[in-house]
């Protein structure tokens, strides 16, 4: 038996615990990641030889992680060139990807250090029989002379690895927490994992994506699901229109890709494997908030965190997109539909009303029939259609013999319904269309008005790029606005009899100082809806033009960040020769600043937007409208600054939009991307695990924003989510989103408490490009 010393290839008293903790920042994910070495281990040797028996190994104590595998094993040269060696990796070959290995970066021993400060490993390589036994200790590691202790040992004739970390003093970890959570990384991977002695592994699909009560099956080979995508099927559709979809033997762009997808609407989480290896929790945007999992050989993970690579997420995306279409197609053959309103959603903005048919409307007299059955009823003749809900000109004009098709009061049904009798039914309409009274010219405007006028204007100019002209009238049917299309702008009129209206024109005489910021909220509350559509960024072109004025400071951005590197590549050019240890520290240390958000400081909402909350007060007691999930622009005070990370309300006062805690995103995502939070955009968040995800989707519906949160700990709460009103809120220097009750605890950093999220942004497109 013989032994000797070897080096350690960085220099550690520099680099490892600045950079090794910033990668594994907790022994949850140290955990994972020697976990995920162990999965492809053991796949690599199941990959030459199918006949072993495969096992995992994990033991769990407060103060030590040890985990063995009998997998393919580790020679003394892979030891010494990759597993000791940041920026190596044995697994970036054909053959490994070929076994379907899950991690191919290379960090190799660095990470562990962050939070171990003892690691052992013995290991037998499958391939050559050696047997070799490695100890490190955190304290000892130096760049100058050789620091390793490696011990040549007698093989066993048992391949594989043991690596046993000792967790340093201060980061003992919770067994049950640390065996719930690597359970749920596991649970669909089909060879045993056992943590202290249980199998938590081998789970059927079906636990984690129940099917929803079935009132009708299909199943369908190489089924043509858009554009792109052609799949083996399965759909299980419910009675409320619930929708389970399983997706096998999937082709993508002509090319297979290995996996599945088994997806269910409402789910919101969209948890990633491969391999049936877990990566992390994802956020896609889907109309029927498709969720459940995807197990892909095409989604690779991030260097050390709990997150798929943004070519993986926009792969998501643009399947998804696929998805849906395959989904609303299959609806609109259906009853169920009737009840979807997901479905009418992507009819709308998709403009596919000739979809709508199995939609019911209301007839007076008689019990809701369906848009098809307008079509045959009125090629007699024409059927009398009422777009109001005056009961007085219903009961005048309904009867037996001439019944009358009342539309539905909201949309998206009432927009489906008027679209497709439009284009597919013969119907003759009653008139309902608002009446304007005492309309007045400028000159004969109060000097209220005239203020109100020319704020308004200037608001619907600066914030919507909307050329508006507001004039003052009287309207029938209540309403405080009326919006009309006039040549290249808008002909906005006002209600001075309406109370939204009078609160503002009253505000302007009494309190002047916070006239501006009421006629911002109003606008954005009251008038944005009404005006939504003639919003230039609304359309496609608009879409695009905004995305290319958006992405033109994020290349100088990125070209800066691609210099920069990754942690693995900037360790690989060290490797290398190709850059010296001085630019290879400066240069790992900017790349983990980069992406990590610290929060220390938490402030009163009420303390830094004082108006906020009382200008939504007093129009939601004025308007009287209720909160919706439709597109809205965030909420600006550009004049104000702030230095707080986290906003704050009171359980004892009134919540804004629903919200008591508000995030500010990073400085360098604000200043990249921070345009985007001034256009009109919907929010959806889901979290899980120790991740956080917001997408929040431009009006147009062509792209979006994510914004990936990734904590120390568990996020204190069931895995969930969905989508959320809108309540950006937009400063000088800070820009806030919501956080969602459920998740508040663990945002708000508690005294003397500093909160660390590592973050990701980028902006997704939803279809037609990936």
């Given at each position: 038996?013989?032994?000797?010393?070897?080096?350690?290839?960085?220099?550690?008293?520099?680099?490892?615990?600045?950079?090794?903790?910033?990668?594994?920042?907790?022994?949850?994910?140290?955990?994972?990641?020697?976990?995920?070495?162990?999965?492809?281990?053991?796949?690599?040797?199941?990959?030459?030889?199918?006949?072993?028996?495969?096992?995992?190994?994990?033991?769990?104590?407060?103060?030590?992680?040890?985990?063995?595998?009998?997998?393919?094993?580790?020679?003394?040269?892979?030891?010494?060139?990759?597993?000791?060696?940041?920026?190596?990796?044995?697994?970036?070959?054909?053959?490994?990807?070929?076994?379907?290995?899950?991690?191919?970066?290379?960090?190799?021993?660095?990470?562990?250090?962050?939070?171990?400060?003892?690691?052992?490993?013995?290991?037998?390589?499958?391939?050559?029989?050696?047997?070799?036994?490695?100890?490190?200790?955190?304290?000892?590691?130096?760049?100058?002379?050789?620091?390793?202790?490696?011990?040549?040992?007698?093989?066993?004739?048992?391949?594989?690895?043991?690596?046993?970390?000792?967790?340093?003093?201060?980061?003992?970890?919770?067994?049950?927490?640390?065996?719930?959570?690597?359970?749920?990384?596991?649970?669909?991977?089909?060879?045993?994992?056992?943590?202290?002695?249980?199998?938590?592994?081998?789970?059927?699909?079906e636990d984690l994506v129940p099917p929803v009560p079935e009132t009708w099956k299909t199943v369908v080979s190489a089924q043509k699901i858009g554009?792109?995508?052609?799949?083996?099927?399965?759909?299980?559709?419910?009675?409320?229109?619930?929708?389970?979809?399983?997706?096998?033997?999937?082709?993508?762009?002509?090319?297979?890709?290995?996996?599945?997808?088994?997806?269910?609407?409402?789910?919101?989480?969209?948890?990633?494997?491969?391999?049936?290896?877990?990566?992390?929790?994802?956020?896609?945007?889907?109309?029927?908030?498709?969720?459940?999992?995807?197990?892909?050989?095409?989604?690779?993970?991030?260097?050390?965190?709990?997150?798929?690579?943004?070519?993986?997420?926009?792969?998501?995306?643009?399947?998804?997109?696929?998805?849906?279409?395959?989904?609303?197609?299959?609806?609109?053959?259906r009853d169920e539909s009737d009840s979807s309103t997901p479905f009418m959603n992507w009819v709308v903005a998709h403009n596919r009303y000739e979809?709508?048919?199995?939609?019911?409307?209301?007839?007076?007299?008689?019990?809701?029939?369906?848009?098809?059955?307008?079509?045959?009823?009125?090629?007699?003749?024409?059927?009398?259609?009422?777009?109001?809900?005056?009961?007085?000109?219903?009961?005048?004009?309904?009867?037996?013999?001439?019944?009358?098709?009342?539309?539905?009061?909201?949309?998206?049904?009432?927009?489906?319904?008027?679209?497709?009798?439009?284009?597919?039914?013969?119907?003759?309409?009653?008139?309902?269309?608002?009446?304007?009274?005492?309309?007045?010219?400028?000159?004969?405007?109060?000097?209220?008005?005239?203020?109100?006028?020319?704020?308004?204007?200037?608001?619907?100019?600066?914030?919507?790029?909307?050329?508006?002209?507001?004039?003052?009238?009287?309207?029938?049917?209540?309403?405080?606005?009326?919006?009309?299309?006039?040549?290249?702008?808008?002909?906005?009129?006002?209600?001075?009899?309406?109370?939204?209206?009078?609160?503002?024109?009253?505000?302007?005489?009494?309190?002047?100082?916070?006239?501006?910021?009421?006629?911002?909220?109003?606008?954005?509350?009251?008038?944005?809806?009404?005006?939504?559509?003639?919003?230039?960024?609304?359309?496609?072109?608009?879409?695009?033009?905004?995305?290319r004025a958006i992405r033109r400071p994020r290349e100088v951005f990125e070209y800066a960040d691609d210099d920069l590197g990754n942690l693995p590549?900037?360790?690989?050019?060290?490797?290398?020769?190709?850059?010296?240890?001085?630019?290879?520290?400066?240069?790992?240390?900017?790349?983990?600043?980069?992406?990590?958000?610290?929060?220390?400081?938490?402030?009163?909402?009420?303390?830094?937007?004082?108006?906020?909350?009382?200008?939504?007060?007093?129009?939601?007691?004025?308007?009287?409208?209720?909160?919706?999930?439709?597109?809205?622009?965030?909420?600006?005070?550009?004049?104000?600054?702030?230095?707080?990370?986290?906003?704050?309300?009171?359980?004892?006062?009134?919540?804004?939009?629903?919200?008591?805690?508000?995030?500010?995103?990073?400085?360098?995502?604000?200043?990249?991307?921070?345009?985007?939070?001034?256009?009109?955009?919907?929010?959806?968040?889901?979290?899980?695990?120790?991740?956080?995800?917001?997408?929040?989707?431009?009006?147009?519906?062509?792209?979006?924003?994510?914004?990936?949160?990734?904590?120390?700990?568990?996020?204190?709460?069931?895995?969930?989510?969905?989508?959320?009103?809108?309540?950006?809120?937009?400063?000088?220097?800070?820009?806030?989103?919501?956080?969602?009750?459920?998740?508040?605890?663990?945002?708000?950093?508690?005294?003397?408490?500093?909160?660390?999220?590592?973050?990701?942004?980028?902006?997704?497109?939803?279809?037609?490009?990936?």
């Amino acid at each position: 038996m013989t032994s000797d010393l070897i080096p350690f290839q960085i220099e550690t008293q520099r680099v490892i615990q600045l950079l090794a903790k910033q990668i594994y920042q907790s022994p949850l994910a140290l955990l994972r990641e020697n976990t995920q070495n162990a999965f492809d281990a053991v796949r690599q040797r199941l990959h030459n030889d199918a006949t072993f028996i495969p096992s995992i190994e994990i033991t769990l104590d407060p103060d030590k992680i040890t985990i063995k595998d009998n997998g393919i094993g580790m020679t003394p040269d892979d030891l010494s060139r990759h597993y000791w060696t940041a920026g190596s990796s044995s697994k970036n070959t054909d053959a490994a990807r070929a076994a379907g290995v899950v991690g191919t970066f290379g960090i190799g021993a660095m990470a562990n250090f962050g939070i171990a400060e003892r690691l052992t490993v013995e290991t037998e390589s499958a391939i050559s029989g050696e047997r070799t036994i490695c100890r490190a200790d955190r304290a000892k590691l130096d760049l100058k002379q050789d620091c390793i202790e490696r011990e040549f040992l007698q093989p066993l004739g048992k391949p594989g690895t043991t690596i046993t970390a000792q967790i340093a003093v201060g980061e003992r970890i919770d067994v049950q927490k640390a065996r719930d959570y690597i359970a749920e990384f596991v649970s669909l991977v089909d060879l045993p994992v056992r943590v202290n002695g249980v199998v938590v592994s081998q789970k059927p699909i079906e636990d984690l994506v129940p099917p929803v009560p079935e009132t009708w099956k299909t199943v369908v080979s190489a089924q043509k699901i858009g554009a792109r995508l052609t799949a083996d099927v399965t759909v299980i559709l419910s009675n409320n229109a619930d929708l389970w979809l399983s997706l096998k033997n999937i082709i993508w762009d002509s090319r297979a890709f290995p996996g599945r997808l088994v997806l269910r609407s409402g789910h919101a989480n969209l948890r990633t494997f491969r391999s049936g290896f877990g990566l992390a929790t994802a956020s896609v945007n889907s109309f029927y908030q498709f969720g459940g999992v995807a197990d892909l050989l095409a989604l690779e993970p991030t260097a050390g965190r709990e997150a798929i690579t943004v070519d993986g997420l926009q792969f998501l995306q643009s399947m998804m997109a696929d998805i849906d279409l395959f989904a609303s197609e299959l609806l609109s053959k259906r009853d169920e539909s009737d009840s979807s309103t997901p479905f009418m959603n992507w009819v709308v903005a998709h403009n596919r009303y000739e979809l709508s048919g199995r939609l019911r409307m209301t007839i007076n007299p008689g019990d809701r029939i369906t848009l098809d059955e307008v079509v045959q009823r009125s090629q007699a003749r024409p059927m009398m259609l009422y777009e109001g809900t005056d009961q007085g000109v219903i009961k005048a004009h309904a009867s037996d013999d001439t019944p009358l098709l009342i539309l539905a009061r909201n949309n998206p049904r009432r927009r489906c319904e008027l679209a497709f009798l439009k284009i597919k039914a013969n119907t003759s309409p009653i008139s309902d269309t608002p009446i304007v009274k005492d309309r007045r010219s400028y000159m004969q405007f109060s000097t209220a008005e005239k203020a109100l006028a020319f704020r308004i204007e200037s608001i619907l100019e600066t914030d919507y790029f909307v050329k508006g002209v507001v004039e003052f009238g009287i309207i029938s049917h209540g309403l405080p606005a009326l919006a009309q299309k006039h040549g290249d702008g808008v002909s906005l009129i006002l209600n001075p009899e309406g109370q939204t209206v009078q609160l503002l024109l009253n505000l302007y005489d009494t309190d002047l100082g916070a006239f501006g910021s009421m006629a911002k909220d109003f606008a954005r509350n009251v008038l944005f809806p009404r005006i939504a559509d003639y919003v230039p960024s609304s359309t496609r072109q608009g879409a695009e033009a905004f995305l290319r004025a958006i992405r033109r400071p994020r290349e100088v951005f990125e070209y800066a960040d691609d210099d920069l590197g990754n942690l693995p590549t900037i360790w690989e050019d060290y490797n290398g020769g190709r850059i010296s240890l001085d630019e290879a520290v400066e240069r790992s240390r900017a790349a983990v600043r980069s992406s990590v958000q610290v929060v220390d400081t938490a402030a009163s909402a009420k303390d830094v937007v004082p108006d906020v909350i009382q200008n939504e007060q007093a129009l939601h007691a004025a308007a009287g409208f209720t909160l919706n999930l439709d597109p809205s622009p965030g909420i600006t005070r550009l004049e104000i600054t702030s230095s707080a990370k986290i906003l704050v309300i009171d359980d004892k006062e009134p919540a804004l939009r629903g919200y008591r805690c508000f995030l500010a995103i990073t400085d360098k995502v604000r200043e990249d991307m921070g345009e985007f939070f001034l256009q009109p955009h919907s929010t959806s968040i889901v979290w899980g695990g120790q991740k956080t995800l917001f997408i929040f989707m431009h009006h147009s519906g062509q792209f979006g924003l994510y914004y990936d949160l990734q904590t120390r700990e568990v996020v204190d709460a069931p895995a969930g989510g969905g989508p959320y009103p809108t309540s950006s809120i937009v400063l000088k220097n800070r820009l806030y989103i919501p956080i969602p009750d459920e998740i508040r605890a663990s945002f708000v950093p508690k005294p003397g408490e500093r909160k660390r999220f590592e973050v990701r942004a980028d902006i997704l497109r939803t279809e037609g490009k990936d």
